[in-house]
């Protein structure tokens, strides 16, 4: 008995359960890679082609209570869209970064490498990053917490002496940025509206999605923000 045949036998016997036909299922694969699921209901049986996709978030058609709001919403999706691929590069760094480090034996070598690491990001999107807005560096400040699990501030603070994380997010916060700020989309409104911008962007292909350090699901968080607008 193939596979395929048996994970079909497992998730027949736990539909049992939930229906109260009697359903069977036998699978075959043409030549183009088609399934073809034939269904035995009450002795009917029924022929089911399909392919297996990507799963596909649905998304809800935008709607905004006012002229201003969607005006911002706006301003948030250009701001949001700028931003991210350096959250997305800091996260990508950082992975190769840690995996670097753990074939470093000596002290010695790890901070030289981390020096010539902080070195090569500086020199190549310090320029950059001056150009950010206010509005945009705090932003920044949450996605890469959601790309590393880490605050800004925690990520300073282990590349460079606590002294140093302490005197930039002082510094941050003359321009009212906090390193310390985290990605909190269940609890801040404007971190939703974010994840809202991400995940449209992420299925126009407008931004390469890369998976967050902690679970974020979607469904979930656009439920919980509808519920909290309908109880008001």
């Given at each position: 008995?193939?596979?395929?045949?048996?994970?079909?036998?497992?998730?027949?016997?736990?539909?049992?359960?939930?229906?109260?036909?009697?359903?069977?299922?036998?699978?075959?694969?043409?030549?183009?890679?088609?399934?073809?699921?034939?269904?035995?209901?009450?002795?009917?049986?029924?022929?089911?082609?399909?392919?297996?996709?990507?799963?596909?978030v649905?998304?809800?058609?935008?709607?905004?209570?006012?002229?201003?709001?969607?005006?911002?919403?706006?301003?948030?999706?250009?701001?949001?869209?700028?931003?991210?691929?350096?959250?997305?590069?800091?996260?990508?760094?950082?992975?190769v970064?840690?995996?670097r480090?753990?074939?470093?034996?000596?002290?010695?070598?790890?901070?030289?490498?981390?020096?010539?690491?902080?070195?090569?990001?500086?020199?190549?999107?310090?320029?950059?990053?001056?150009?950010?807005?206010?509005?945009?560096?705090?932003?920044?400040?949450?996605?890469?917490?959601?790309?590393?699990?880490?605050?800004?501030?925690?990520?300073?603070?282990?590349?460079?002496?606590?002294?140093?994380?302490?005197?930039?997010?002082?510094?941050?916060?003359?321009?009212?940025?906090?390193?310390?700020?985290?990605?909190?989309?269940?609890?801040?409104?404007?971190?939703?509206l974010?994840?809202?911008?991400?995940?449209?962007?992420?299925?126009?292909?407008?931004?390469?999605?890369?998976?967050?350090?902690?679970?974020?699901?979607?469904?979930?968080?656009?439920?919980?923000?509808?519920?909290?607008?309908?109880?008001?």
């Amino acid at each position: 008995m193939k596979i395929r045949q048996i994970l079909g036998i497992g998730i027949l016997l736990i539909s049992q359960a939930l229906f109260s036909q009697t359903l069977k299922e036998i699978s075959q694969v043409d030549k183009d890679s088609v399934e073809t699921f034939y269904y035995i209901i009450e002795g009917d049986t029924i022929p089911k082609e399909y392919i297996d996709l990507d799963e596909v978030v649905l998304l809800n058609k935008l709607e905004f209570n006012s002229k201003e709001d969607r005006r911002r919403y706006l301003i948030l999706r250009r701001k949001t869209r700028k931003v991210y691929p350096f959250a997305k590069l800091a996260s990508e760094r950082l992975q190769v970064m840690n995996a670097r480090m753990k074939t470093l034996e000596r002290k010695r070598d790890r901070k030289r490498y981390t020096r010539r690491v902080q070195k090569y990001i500086e020199g190549e999107f310090s320029d950059k990053l001056k150009k950010l807005t206010r509005t945009e560096g705090q932003i920044l400040v949450k996605l890469i917490h959601r790309q590393t699990g880490r605050t800004a501030f925690a990520l300073v603070k282990e590349l460079r002496t606590g002294w140093r994380a302490f005197w930039y997010n002082t510094t941050a916060s003359m321009f009212d940025i906090s390193l310390k700020e985290e990605y909190q989309p269940f609890e801040v409104k404007e971190d939703y509206l974010i994840e809202d911008i991400l995940e449209r962007s992420f299925q126009a292909n407008v931004l390469k999605r890369q998976e967050p350090a902690f679970e974020i699901n979607y469904l979930d968080l656009s439920s919980h923000w509808h519920d909290k607008s309908v109880n008001k």
